[in-house]
Antibody, heavy 120, light 106 residues
Framework: EVQLVESGGGLVQPGGSLRLSCAASGFTFSDHYMDWVRQAPGKGLEWVGRARNKANSHTTEYATSVKGRFTISRDDSKNSLYLQMNSLKTEDTAVYYC???????????WGQGTLVTVSS | DIQMTQSPSSLSASVGDRVTITCRASQGVRNDLGWFQQKPGKAPKRLIYAASSLQSGVPSRFSGSGSGTEFTLTISSLQPEDFATYYCLQRNSYPVTFGGGTKVEI
């Protein structure tokens, strides 16, 4: 059974940093692209970024709103995806989901999400 | 960035109604479009991918159509469990972008 479990959310001050983790199980993690998607309270979904698989050298893509502040990485030996968030802004407050990307390049499995609150 | 515009942003419907949601892309995305359903407090669930391919396990009352810049999600006969928010997503080019969502209410 595919499982994705996010952790690391919490309260952080504007300008601060936070690192989220996503622990994956039930599939060959190294074969899949993995994404982060977020959802501000009461708002819609926003794609954050992508880490490609081992075959594509773990290269990354980012949303315009987070480029230069957020970094996605992965450790295939630990079946884990990470999101390093720096220079956080109040508008980064959201539930952050990790999602697996399937062979059609759409999300097929999601985690339960972890809440990040940026506030003074 | 490609902008995805969904309409309507919300709608009220009854059980048994036929419901159509539209998603327009600011530039052509071929058929690189998916539809997701989200219920309160839950992660999204994929319904449709490649504009018209039904995700395994999703009821056949859901269907998708379109190509290029205009797409539709149709629920042929609305069921109680279908009251949710629906999002389109384009994956034709980076950054991946979602529509703003359509809330389907009773």
């Amino acid at each position: 059974e595919v499982q994705l479990v996010e952790s690391g959310g919490g309260l952080v001050q504007p300008g601060g940093s936070l690192r989220l983790s996503c622990a994956a199980s039930g599939f060959t993690f190294s074969d899949h692209y993995m994404d982060w998607v977020r959802q501000a309270p009461g708002k819609g979904l926003e794609w954050v970024g992508r880490a490609r698989n081992k075959a594509n050298s773990h290269t990354t893509e980012y949303a315009t709103s987070v480029k230069g502040r957020f970094t996605i990485s992965r450790d295939d030996s630990k079946n884990s995806l990470y999101l390093q968030m720096n220079s956080l802004k109040t508008e980064d407050t959201a539930v952050y989901y990790c999602a697996r990307v399937d062979s059609n390049f759409y999300f097929d499995y999601w985690g339960q999400g972890t809440l990040v609150t940026v506030s003074s | 960035d490609i902008q995805m515009t969904q309409s309507p942003s919300s709608l009220s419907a009854s059980v048994g109604d036929r419901v159509t949601i539209t998603c327009r892309a600011s530039q052509g995305v071929r058929n690189d479009l998916g539809w997701f359903q989200q219920k309160p407090g839950k992660a999204p669930k994929r319904l449709i991918y490649a504009a018209s391919s039904l995700q395994s396990g999703v009821p056949s009352r859901f269907s998708g159509s379109g190509s290029g810049t205009e797409f539709t999600l149709t629920i042929s006969s609305l069921q109680p469990e279908d009251f949710a928010t629906y999002y389109c997503l384009q994956r034709n080019s980076y950054p991946v972008t979602f529509g703003g969502g359509t809330k389907v209410e009773i």
